[in-house]
C-alpha cells in the first residue's frame, strides 16, 4: 500500500498530463479524438483528481465511501458529457485508474451499476446496452 504523500503525488502528476498522449497505448486511436471531447474528459478528470486530492488533505483517513463518492459522480458526469462512445469508455478507464491509485476496488461497486455502455460481469468489463429504468 502506498503512503498518502506517494498517492497526492501521482494525482498531483495525473492533473498536470496529456492524458490522451500519456494513456493512448490503453486505447489505440483516441489520440486522433477532437479536442473538443478531450476538453471535456480532461476536465472530469481533472476535477476529479483535485476532488480527490482535497479529500485525501482535509482529513487524516478518508473514509473508502467518501473517494468512490467522487469516482462515481465523475463516472457518472462522463456518462452524461456530449462525447462519443471511445472517450466514454477512455474517461471510464482512467476513473478506474485512478480509482486503484487511491486505493480503491471499484468491482464491487460497479456490478450493481452500468457506467454509460459497459458493465463488470465476472471481474470483466463487458459491453452492455443501456437499460432504461422503470418508474
Request: glycine share 2%; proline share 2%; hydrophobic share 40%.
Amino acid at each position: 500500500m502506498m503512503k498518502k504523500e506517494q498517492i497526492l503525488q501521482k494525482l498531483y502528476d495525473f492533473r498536470d498530463l496529456d492524458k490522451y498522449a500519456t494513456f493512448s497505448k490503453a486505447m489505440p486511436g483516441i489520440i486522433h479524438t477532437a479536442d473538443d471531447q478531450q476538453e471535456i474528459i480532461n476536465t472530469i478528470l481533472n476535477t476529479c483528481a483535485k476532488e480527490l486530492i482535497v479529500e485525501l488533505e482535509s482529513v487524516k483517513r478518508p473514509t473508502k465511501t467518501a473517494l468512490k463518492t467522487i469516482i462515481a459522480k465523475s463516472m457518472n458526469n462522463i456518462t452524461a458529457a456530449v462525447i462519443n462512445t471511445e472517450n466514454k469508455d477512455f474517461g471510464y478507464h482512467l476513473c478506474w485508474f485512478l480509482a486503484e491509485k487511491v486505493g480503491l476496488d471499484l468491482w464491487k461497486q460497479s456490478t450493481t451499476k452500468i457506467w454509460g455502455y459497459w458493465e463488470i460481469i465476472d471481474n470483466q468489463v463487458k459491453t452492455t446496452k443501456y437499460k432504461k429504468p422503470k418508474n
